[in-house]
């Protein structure tokens, strides 16, 4: 497998300097500390962001940790993760805030493919894990908490009828309850490792170098002989 992109969001001052690496500013909140799910680095809520690929994918495997901020069940409260190859939107999922996960093909209000409930538990910190292949004749399966079991196998159009058996951009969409972090996608060339990604975290460590340089001193031009 090949990286297409890995986000932690531990080390962004604000959202304004995650660009380019994601095609505009974001909207949302950073948040750190005890708002995490480890308790340090940073997540951030209610976010929305698009990030494009370097190339066609054909095939992703992808995990991301979200939280349900509340008690409260709201199938209306959703984050969607829609994929599509900038001029036409695949196809996308919704994680919803009563447990239950929709798949679509096309974008936030296209084709639903199917609707699986108590997929999840709400106000907890839960990864998703997923595998996407593009197509007519496409999949959407879904694995929750690093499980070897599929939690949503979905089947369908994932192409939304085009041509385009793939994808190269990914348009988040969290609704404000809605808590984000580890964000990680690979494609499936057949380089080791391949597959699954399994629970993806990603914790700030402290640098383990701790040796020292001796700087020398430059002289300013002025002040050189």
Known sequence: MTKIIAESFDFWPNFAAMVPKWIATPSGLLQTGPATQFGTGQCVSGFSGSVNFAANESTIFGSIRLKYNTATTNSANVVSLTFNDVSSNQCCVQIRGDGSIVTRSGGTSGTILATTNSVFNINEWVSFQFKIVFGTSG?????????????????????SGTANDYANRLVIA???????????????????????????????????????????????????K
């Open 174 to 224: 969290c609704q404000s309850t809605w808590y984000a972090d580890d964000l990680m996608l690979v494609n499936n060339d057949g380089t080791a490792p391949s597959g699954w990604l399994g629970d993806i975290r990603c914790v700030p460590q402290l640098i383990a170098n701790t040796s020292q340089a001796q700087f020398t001193k430059v002289l300013p031009i002025s002040d050189r």
């Open 139 to 159: 999949t959407i399966e879904i694995r929750v908490n690093g499980s070897t079991v599929n939690a949503v196998f979905d089947s369908g159009d994932t192409a």
